[in-house]
């Protein structure tokens, strides 16, 4: 079975940051890696997502073309990618030729089917000073939804609400400042409606016309929640052409200065990676796409989930000729300090920069997959902090994998001249090292497989202290100064020895850089793509990995412990990144300060209750799991949230303040003990805190985001 990995791509508009690499890059370079060890038939492609208003607003705003814009971030992009040791295939742009050509050849397709598009003639905000139709981001005003000021015409970035332009109060146009006015255009629409039906049994089922082509069992939960809460709103047909002179223009005739919808082009750009690809390397592209022995994947962050289980795959199943994704698993997000990434304010490191600020130190890129993999946001929000990445460089890496190794690796050469040492074949103690190598290496591939990447991590640390361990309790030490000629010293480095070539192998999908530099000392040679493969073959039979006499090098310091050596110039890099954070911080603070400069009344305080009135409430953690409208209401959303042991359905009065993929993965506090009651229709088995302002806005109480759910607050 041959598989096939997708990226999202990302859009090539700005620099990436940590969220983004830990979103949908990271962890499909684990996987990756990993295929490639176990000798599976695997091909990775990504590239840069070129088109899209974003760009075009950008262009006329500093009066450059678009094409300087994309082209800057291609290269950026991409070069950051190649310092972190991101592993693509291949990695391709939208503007390039053949990508307008396969997106063209999709549409034409999709039309000749005579049911999967209609024509429809709409209203839409034009700005007669520049002669143009106003895509959705070209317009600004006050959003319906919070007040905000400064929303734009698809979504207001402060309450996260999706809109429409017309929905905006006082729209502005961001080109030129003026009022825009409503003219007729035509554009064309996708049937997404038509394919609600299929869509939900394969998203809940993974059945298709009656066949099973995956176990929803595997997908994540949230992925699946908020698949559903679309679904059940009901699907309608979406516009895939803008009018945009920057872009895929749209075949046919009657649609000049018409374009591709970015979101309609940017995933085939998967299919045009691919076909790039195969036209540079002799490659069969199909096979990739249509076989039946081929497997497609996803990595995307949660805010691409609805256009890759829902949109794309409704596209490829309109086309026909394509296999539909086995798995798409959406992280979450990462949060940076505590909060969200915000070049704006500048909270946040990019990854260029990161890339610039430690290009000097030994295992840069290493360091930061780590601290980042030990932190993914798997199944709910997650927060990357210097701390954290000081503590997993130095308590993981440098204490118990490089510190390990190098004992190894000097104890070897003290003893047996840096050679394995001989021992008996039918040695217990080696027999034991050989099981739980194997039980290991297949632990860690497995949780891999599972897209649970971080217990993979974790299995990877657990088999570094087992080596730790095993060579501490050992203590070849004293048994050399005991008795140089005893045989154990020679089993204990034996032992060892494999347990460090195993780490080696490991490593790999995780900290690539080191991983080799470990696989030149232990090995004497670079990994073969198959060697995780031929290691298990060899620990299954009860063979070493290390034969013995086989020759090994010297480890040194392979990991410089930061937290350690206080003159260490990493140390100045991350006080640097900290200060600018505080003077971030202040300037937000700052901020708010001022606009709460008037002096709001607030609630008064409710009436005295005693403790025992407090202590009757059983309020705990949860996350919710979906959210989706309640028909009979709109103020009403109805979620379902998880509680560790249960799950429970919640109404929530909260739908004119969030929409239900706003909620959906939030981690929140719930009273669970209060009697159940119908709400327009629907139980409602709980209740979920929120902390309102002013204003009005709410706000969700919640836990920190590496806490359980099902936990009493008290």
Known sequence: MRTLLTSALPYANGPLHLGHLAGAYLPADIYARYLRLRGREVLWVCGSDEHGAAITLRAKKEGIEPQAIVDKYHHLN?????????????????????????????????????????VKTTQQYYDPQIDQFLADRYIKGECPNCGNPEAFGDQCEVCGRDLSPTELINPVSVVTGTKPELRE?????????????????????????????????????????????????????????????????VPVEGAEGKV??????????????????????????????????????????????????IVFPAMLKAHGDFNLPENVPANQFLNFEGDKFSKSRGWGIELQEYVDEFKDFPNAADALRWALIRNLPEQQDADFTWDGFTEYHDKDLADKLGNFVNRVTVLTHKYFDGKVPEVTS?????????????????????????????????????????????????????????????PAIATTMFNSIQIAAALSLAAAPFIPEAAAKLREIIYQTPAEDNAWKLAIQRLSQGKSLREAGAVIGHAGVLFPKIIDRKDDSRNAIIQKQRDKMQAALEAKNELEAQANASDVAREPAKAEVSFDDFTKLDLRTATVLTAEKVKKSSKLLHLTIDLGSEERSVVSGIAKHFSPEEVIGKRVVTVTNLAPRKMAGVLSEAMILMAEDAEGKLVFVSPPADFGNGWTVR
């Open 78 to 118: 991409k070069g950051s990618f190649d310092a972190l040791g991101i592993s693509f295939d291949y990695y391709h742009r939208t503007s390039d030729p053949l990508h307008h050509e396969t997106s063209q050849e999709f549409f034409k397709k999709l039309l000749e089917r005579g049911d999967q598009f209609e």
């Open 185 to 249: 255009t035509k554009h064309w629409f996708f049937r997404l409606d038509e394919h609600e039906a299929w869509l939900k049994t394969w998203i809940q089922e993974g059945k298709l016309d009656g066949v099973q082509l995956h176990d929803p069992k595997d997908w994540k939960k949230h992925v699946i929640g908020q698949c559903m809460s679309w679904l059940n709103q009901g699907l309608q047909a979406r516009s895939i052409t803008r009018d945009l002179d920057w872009g895929i223009q």
């Open 260 to 309: 591709l919808y970015v979101w309609f082009d940017a995933p085939i750009g998967y299919i045009s990676a691919t076909k790039q690809w195969a036209k540079e390397t002799g490659g069969d592209w199909e096979k990739w796409w249509k076989a039946d022995d081929s497997r497609l994947v996803h990595f995307i962050g949660k805010d691409n989930i609805v256009f890759h289980c």
């Open 426 to 486: 039918t040695n217990e103690d080696v027999t034991s090292v050989n099981d739980q190598l194997f039980a290991s290496l297949n632990s860690i591939g497995d949780d891999i497989e599972g897209y649970r990447f971080k217990d993979a991590a974790t299995a990877f640390v657990e088999l570094a202290t087992y080596g730790n361990t095993y060579l501490q309790d050992a203590a070849p030490w004293s048994l050399f100064k005991a008795d140089p000629a005893d």
